[in-house]
C-alpha cells in the first residue's frame, strides 16, 4: 500500500518559517510529479508547488518567492521550506503524488494526511 506521511508542521509567528517533509514508501519516487496542496476550513484544496520527476518546478502566486519545494528521490521524501510566513497561509498541508502512464493513459494519485500549518501571534 503506497504511504505518504508528512511532517513538520505546527504553530509559528507571522514571519516564521517551517520545513514540511512528506516521506514516500510503495512507490517509485522518482517517476513521480509530488506536490504540496493546503486546505484552510471552508475553502477548497489547492495547489501550493509542484515539482516534477525532472526537477522542474511551479507554484501559487501566493507563495512564489517566499516558498521552495524540492525532492529527495534517494530518501523518497519531497520538501516545502516555508518563509515569511503569514496567517493566511495557516491550513492543512497535503502531500500529493501523481504520475500519469504514457503508454496507457492511466493515471496514479495519492495523497498524505495532511499536516496543520498554524501562523499566528
Known amino acids: 500500500q503506497v504511504r505518504l506521511v508528512e511532517s513538520g508542521g505546527g504553530l509559528v509567528q507571522p514571519g516564521g518559517s517551517l520545513r514540511l517533509s512528506c516521506a514516500a514508501s510503495r512507490i517509485i519516487f522518482s517517476l513521480y510529479t509530488m506536490g504540496w496542496y493546503r486546505q484552510a476550513p471552508g475553502n477548497q484544496r489547492d495547489l501550493v508547488a509542484v515539482i516534477s520527476s525532472g526537477g522542474s518546478t511551479n507554484y501559487a502566486d501566493s507563495v512564489k518567492g517566499r516558498f521552495t519545494i524540492s525532492r529527495d528521490n534517494a530518501k523518497n521524501t519531497v520538501y516545502l521550506q516555508m518563509s515569511s510566513l503569514k496567517p493566511e497561509d495557516t491550513a492543512v498541508y497535503y502531500c500529493?503524488?501523481?504520475?500519469?502512464?504514457?503508454?496507457?493513459?492511466?493515471?496514479?494519485?495519492?495523497w498524505g494526511q495532511g499536516t496543520q500549518v498554524t501562523v499566528s501571534s
Open positions: 500529493n503524488a501523481h504520475l500519469t502512464d504514457v503508454r496507457t493513459g492511466r493515471e496514479y494519485q495519492h
